[in-house]
């Protein structure tokens, strides 16, 4: 066997390999507790913009002040942000308290 053939055809191999991966990038929308209608929409639409592009989406949503007492309602935004892009998304990390950040992760649907 000629080992010069068997490392170049190994090379070749490699080289395909990587030319059929995705690089998979996290982009991020922020939202905070006393977000507004027509600004979670837009926030919506950036997300299913990374989405239908192959990105994951992380989900912040930042406490301010005394806001932080009442994490249900950063819940609750992080659930209604799920819910109105779930046709484009899975939820991959649901919503979890991390000091004062509330943090999701949404990754795209898998092609069928």
Same mark, same amino acid.
């Given at each position: ?9 190994? &090379? ?52 301010? &002040? ?15 942000? &799920? ?27 898998? &092609?069928?």
């Amino acid at each position: 066997m000629d080992y010069s053939k068997y490392c170049f055809e190994q &090379a070749k191999r490699e080289k395909e390999a990587r030319k059929n991966q995705k690089v998979v990038s996290i982009k991020e929308v922020q939202l905070s507790v006393r977000i507004e209608k027509h600004d979670m929409e837009t926030k919506q639409n950036h997300a299913r913009r990374f989405l239908g592009g192959g990105d994951k989406v992380k989900v912040s949503l930042r406490f301010r &002040a005394r806001e932080i007492q009442h994490p249900e309602l950063g819940q609750e935004v992080m659930e209604r942000f &799920a819910e109105a892009c779930s046709e484009f998304c899975v939820v991959e990390k649901p919503a979890k308290l991390e000091g004062r950040n509330m943090i999701m992760i949404l990754a795209p649907k898998p &092609a069928k």
